[in-house]
């Protein structure tokens, strides 16, 4: 596959492939991943026989620019340039706190045929602890004083709720200089995901302006809040439906994931 570039509305340069033939599907990548690192290129892969698959890198990652100073609007103006590449309405696959970006898309008026939204990391009951007070800041801290390696492990212990023994071994991970790079990214994120962790339920109606069939996965192996919110999230959002899928985690298998995912595409 041959990289391709679309500018957004500020003029930003965002890099994209496109795989396969059929009805279009853009793939949205969560934290830190762009297309040389995360769920998306294997999933395009899988689903390049029957769809046309977009994958593009988010502003700042990858081969995309990254104007400053950042703005939520501007991120949905790049995500728009993409789909417009694949001709509106399409359909969105995102993962993680990728889930937050195309939400925020939707409610900001874009145009999309369908939604599959793999494991939003919401906390929306007492299932686990919520993210401390300051959090957020106290990442963006981090990143200004130049520590994307303690802002990586922050997160992954306050934010994604994994142990600290096992944050401590990240740094011997093979993708861990690559995490590093995007690491600063996770001060962007923090625009549509400020009330993601907070541990309250979602409130009535929150989704509604969501119209269109809408799936959401969660793997059976994952913690009990992850599974917890996305089927809370499943409630909230008209007519949507949760689906756990067996024996998966949040690093999800393409080719345990997509059968599932072209059924859902196919109804």
Same mark, same amino acid.
């Given at each position: 596959?041959?990289?391709?570039?679309?500018?957004?509305?500020?003029?930003?340069?965002i890099?994209?492939?496109?795989?396969?033939?059929?009805?279009?599907?853009? @793939? =949205?990548?969560g934290?830190f991943?762009?297309?040389?690192?995360?769920?998306?290129?294997a999933v395009?892969?899988e689903?390049?026989?029957?769809?046309?698959?977009? %994958?593009?890198d988010?502003?700042g990652?990858?081969?995309?620019?990254?104007?400053?100073?950042?703005?939520?609007?501007?991120?949905?103006?790049?995500?728009?340039? =993409?789909?417009?590449?694949?001709?509106?309405?399409?359909?969105?696959?995102?993962?993680?706190?990728?889930?937050?970006l195309?939400?925020?898309?939707?409610?900001?008026?874009?145009?999309?045929?369908? @939604?599959? +939204?793999?494991?939003?990391?919401?906390?929306?009951d007492?299932?686990?602890?919520?993210?401390?007070?300051?959090?957020?800041?106290?990442?963006?801290? @981090?990143?200004?004083?130049?520590?994307?390696?303690?802002?990586?492990?922050?997160?992954?212990?306050?934010?994604v709720?994994?142990?600290s023994?096992? =944050?401590?071994?990240?740094?011997?991970m093979?993708?861990?200089s690559?995490?590093?790079?995007?690491?600063?990214?996770?001060?962007?994120?923090?625009?549509?995901?400020?009330?993601?962790?907070?541990g309250r339920?979602i409130?009535?109606?929150?989704?509604?302006?969501? %119209?269109?069939p809408?799936?959401?996965?969660?793997?059976?192996?994952?913690?009990?809040?992850?599974?917890?919110?996305?089927?809370?999230?499943?409630?909230?959002?008209?007519?949507?439906h949760?689906?756990?899928?067996?024996?998966?985690?949040?690093?999800v298998?393409?080719?345990?994931f997509?059968?599932? +995912?072209?059924?859902? @595409?196919?109804a």
């Amino acid at each position: 596959m041959s990289t391709s570039t679309v500018i957004s509305k500020d003029g930003t340069v965002i890099a994209y492939e496109k795989i396969g033939s059929g009805p279009a599907v853009v @793939l =949205v990548d969560g934290a830190f991943c762009y297309r040389n690192m995360g769920p998306c290129a294997a999933v395009a892969q899988e689903l390049s026989d029957q769809y046309t698959v977009y %994958t593009y890198d988010r502003r700042g990652r990858g081969e995309s620019g990254d104007t400053l100073p950042y703005d939520l609007q501007r991120e949905i103006e790049d995500l728009a340039a =993409v789909t417009a590449e694949a001709g509106e309405p399409v359909t969105l696959c995102t993962f993680s706190s990728g889930v937050g970006l195309v939400l925020a898309a939707v409610e900001h008026g874009l145009a999309v045929a369908k @939604l599959a +939204l793999y494991e939003y990391p919401l906390i929306t009951d007492d299932s686990r602890k919520p993210a401390p007070p300051g959090y957020q800041d106290h990442i963006t801290e @981090l990143i200004a004083a130049d520590k994307p390696g303690k802002a990586i492990k922050y997160f992954m212990h306050a934010g994604v709720g994994l142990p600290s023994v096992l =944050v401590a071994l990240f740094p011997l991970m093979p993708g861990w200089s690559k995490m590093k790079k995007t690491a600063f990214t996770l001060t962007y994120d923090r625009y549509f995901m400020q009330d993601a962790l907070d541990g309250r339920p979602i409130p009535d109606g929150r989704y509604d302006y969501i %119209t269109v069939p809408t799936a959401i996965f969660a793997g059976s192996k994952s913690p009990k809040w992850m599974r917890h919110s996305n089927a809370a999230l499943a409630q909230a959002i008209p007519g949507a439906h949760y689906i756990e899928l067996p024996g998966q985690t949040h690093q999800v298998k393409a080719r345990l994931f997509t059968p599932t +995912l072209k059924k859902f @595409l196919a109804a």
